[in-house]
Structure formats: C-alpha cells, structure tokens
C-alpha cells in the first residue's frame, strides 16, 4: 500500500512537472514573437516566471518520491520493495530525466535572458526547441513500462 501511494503522487508530481517543461516553451515562443507589444510581453514574463517557479517545485516534489521508490527499501526494507534490483533501465531512464532538468533549466535562462530585454531566438527555432521533451518523454516511459534491460 505505501509503495503504491508513493509511486502515484511520484507520477502526479511528475506529470505537473511536465507540464511546465511543455508549457514553459509556448510562452518563450510568444514573447518571442510580440516583441512590439510591451503590455503583453510583461503579462507573458509574469507568466512564465511564475510558471518556472511553479515547476521547480513540482519536480523537487517528484524528485522525493522518485528517490524514495528507488532507495527507500535500504530505508524501510518491509514497506518498500527493491524495484530496481540488478535492472539498468533505471540508469537510461534516470539520464533522460537529467536531460529533460538541462532542457528546462534553459528554457528558464531564456525567459531570464527575456526578463532582461535580451532578445530571443525566432519563434520557429523555438517552436522546434518545444518539441524535444516530447521525444525524452516518450523514452522515459518506454523504459518504465517495457524495462528493457
């Protein structure tokens, strides 16, 4: 039971952290492109700063329960079973997670470099920057559901 409880607010804490790693990019592509229009660019920076905080808490959160699943048997051997034992799924599973952090990490330090009054790349390079987490997401979830190796 704790296990299970554990792995869906794990899940629900990662999908809100997505959620921000899709989002986060829209607006960039925004603001990118009403570059001539100060009132909405501030409701758009206001936006996204909020949303960047927003998703930092929601992948510390993620990050928690993740960790717990992964290591929390060493802690509570009886409540928590060792999922991952001798499976390296979890290592390429854990890599993309790290790339999917850099990925969102950026797109921050593009919305701080906006804040600043520094231009941003075109709303098409954007548009193609906003598809990659798609393809990272799509390998974190193959290997959680066929564990490969």
């Known amino acids: 039971m704790t296990y299970l409880l554990i792995k869906s607010l794990h899940l629900v804490f990662v ?4 959620a921000t790693v899709f989002y986060l990019p829209r607006i960039l592509v925004n603001l990118a492109e009403t570059a001539g229009e100060p009132a909405v ?44 034992a001798g499976m390296h799924w979890i290592d390429a599973k854990l890599t993309l997670v790290a790339l999917l952090l850099v990925y969102f ?3 921050g330090r593009m919305l701080k470099r906006s804040l600043r009054g520094d231009a941003l790349p075109s709303g098409r390079v954007l548009r193609w920057f906003n598809e990659l ?3 990272l997401l799509l390998g974190v979830v193959y290997l959680v559901i066929a564990k490969p190796f």
């Open 15 to 18: 999908i809100a952290w997505m």
């Open 133 to 135: 987490p798609v393809l």
């Open 41 to 84: 660019q501030a409701r758009l920076q206001l936006m996204g700063r909020r949303l960047y905080k927003f998703g930092h808490n929601m992948f510390g959160i993620a990050f928690l329960f993740g960790l717990t699943l992964w290591q929390g048997w060493r802690v509570f051997p009886a409540a928590l079973p060792n999922v991952t």
């Open 105 to 107: 990490v950026w797109a």
